[in-house]
């Protein structure tokens, strides 16, 4: 069975692994890197575990039958509080089409409506169709914005929104 377990400081651990097993999957798809990240301490990792579980924040964990499968984030914009933000989402590959996603995704959409948000926005590799077929099936369509992603300047970062309300 799928649970979805929220971000706490107390499963920083397992979000540590589950957080550096998709960096190393799908490298191009996070701002990040696996470099930077397998640096940084357990104490880092709690930290940063409290600051994804606060109120204008929130993180949840994908669990299959014990097993950590998936991740997603999700914060409220600083300047326009009723935008929030999708990131580090990521399913495992052998858990990928169970429903996992949508799980994860809908956990975020809840708490951006809970908080009087409107719209949804996240960020997509350019290289990414998969994911990018995944947001649209959600009700995220592309929003024209394109900036040039961080690690491969042959990407692009694409945005993408959906409301909310």
């Given at each position: 069975?799928?649970?979805?377990e929220l971000?706490?400081?107390q499963n920083?651990?397992v979000?540590k692994?589950?957080r550096?097993?998709?960096?190393?999957d799908?490298?191009s798809?996070?701002?990040s890197?696996?470099?930077?990240?397998s640096?940084?301490t357990?104490t880092?990792?709690?930290?940063?575990?409290?600051?994804w579980?606060g109120e204008?924040s929130?993180?949840?964990?994908a669990?299959n039958?014990?097993?950590?499968c998936?991740?997603a984030?999700?914060?409220?914009?600083?300047?326009?509080s009723?935008?929030a933000?999708?990131?580090?989402m990521w399913v495992?590959?052998a858990h990928r089409?169970?429903?996992?996603g949508?799980?994860?995704?809908n956990?975020?959409?809840?708490?951006?409506r809970?908080?009087s948000?409107?719209?949804?926005?996240?960020?997509?590799?350019?290289?990414n169709?998969?994911?990018?077929?995944?947001?649209?099936r959600l009700?995220?369509?592309?929003?024209?914005k394109?900036d040039?992603?961080?690690?491969?300047?042959a990407l692009?970062?694409?945005?993408?929104?959906?409301?909310i309300?």
């Amino acid at each position: 069975m799928i649970t979805l377990e929220l971000l706490t400081p107390q499963n920083a651990i397992v979000f540590k692994d589950i957080r550096l097993r998709a960096l190393l999957d799908t490298p191009s798809a996070f701002s990040s890197t696996y470099a930077k990240e397998s640096q940084l301490t357990d104490t880092d990792w709690v930290k940063r575990a409290s600051r994804w579980s606060g109120e204008g924040s929130t993180g949840h964990l994908a669990i299959n039958a014990g097993i950590p499968c998936g991740i997603a984030c999700g914060y409220l914009d600083d300047d326009e509080s009723t935008r929030a933000h999708l990131v580090s989402m990521w399913v495992a590959p052998a858990h990928r089409r169970l429903g996992i996603g949508c799980m994860l995704v809908n956990a975020i959409v809840d708490w951006a409506r809970a908080r009087s948000a409107r719209t949804l926005e996240l960020i997509v590799t350019s290289n990414n169709d998969a994911a990018i077929k995944f947001y649209e099936r959600l009700g995220f369509t592309l929003t024209g914005k394109a900036d040039p992603y961080r690690n491969d300047p042959a990407l692009n970062d694409l945005g993408m929104i959906r409301s909310i309300s």
